[in-house]
């Protein structure tokens, strides 16, 4: 398991943009066939991709690093569908997921196994440390909590989809939905804000081969940008503002973990302080 450690926030002006990158990117999570997953120290939270090829399956580990009998014996996990469709198995229940529809397994599930409908589907996992047992909750993206937010003259229209939130699906630490600029949209997240209560990962998808989405981290005037590509991670820890544009639109997925759950718990930050 590739282990990321947490960062002070002087240390990113000194880092060069290669240790940037293996600091804060994750840019191999999917790969046909495998179930891959990284941990971070930032809110200790487990972020991973499953790709599993149609007619197999693959099957959630227990990892040493986690010190643990399984891998939910202390931890909730949300999966998320990037792309595709298939079926998470819970324990022996069968939960069928699709595209931009989200599942919440709930600390103590033993045994968690994937399988594909097609050979795009690509799965997102996302944990943090729980210390209650919630129910696992299927949302399909139909019952995600959706708003709309943004102005066309900021070019930042774009949908906000809660799936796993304090109105919703209960969850000890875990805040996740998906946003979606509209067409002729390509910022995120705008103004930024940071949020010092609670770390913060986006995964980039529904982006073209050929597109790119510039992502902003940092605290206000001292920027750093990464520049991503589909199916990219990135990892905000709580001092870090979060925000993007996109050489064309598309969807992200967010999640956090941390002190609490409220999504309004954000210090905005103004575009002359950025
Ligand atoms: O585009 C947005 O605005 C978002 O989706 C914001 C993220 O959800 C976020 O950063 C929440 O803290």
């Known amino acids: 398991m590739d282990v990321r450690h947490a960062t002070h926030p002087d240390e990113i002006a000194k880092m060069t943009d290669e240790e940037l990158r293996a600091r804060f990117v994750i840019s191999d999570l999917f790969e046909a066939g495998r179930l891959t997953v990284v941990y971070s120290h930032e809110d200790r939270m487990v972020l991973g991709g499953v790709q599993p090829v149609p007619g197999t399956t693959l099957t959630l580990e227990n990892y040493p690093e986690l010190r643990a009998e399984f891998f939910c014996q202390r931890r909730e996990l949300a999966v998320t569908a990037l792309s595709g469709s298939g079926t998470v198995t819970v324990d ?48 399909p993206a139909a019952d995600a909590l959706t708003t709309q937010t943004g102005e066309q003259e900021h070019a930042n229209r774009r ?75 990135v990892i905000s820890p709580a001092w870090s503002m979060h925000f993007g544009v996109g050489t064309t639109n598309y969807s992200f997925l967010w999640v956090m973990a941390g002190e609490n759950q409220s999504f309004a718990d954000m210090d905005q930050i103004a575009v002359p302080q950025i």
């Open 159 to 233: 949908t906000v989809r809660k799936h796993i939130h304090e109105d919703g699906v209960s969850s000890s630490q875990l805040v996740l939905g998906i946003t979606a600029p509209e067409t002729g949209n390509v910022w995120n997240s705008m103004p930024p804000h940071t949020h010092d209560r609670r770390t913060e990962v986006y995964v980039y998808f529904d982006l073209a081969e050929n597109e790119r989405v510039f992502h902003f981290m940092g605290l206000p005037g001292h920027t750093r940008h990464l520049v991503l590509k589909d199916g990219d991670v």
């Open 92 to 139: 022996g229940t069968e939960y069928e997921l699709a595209y931009m529809g989200a599942l919440y397994i709930g600390r103590g599930a033993r045994e968690i196994t994937f399988a594909a409908a097609t050979a795009d589907t690509r799965f997102f996992l996302s944990s943090a440390v729980s210390e209650t047992a919630h129910p696992t909750t299927l949302v």
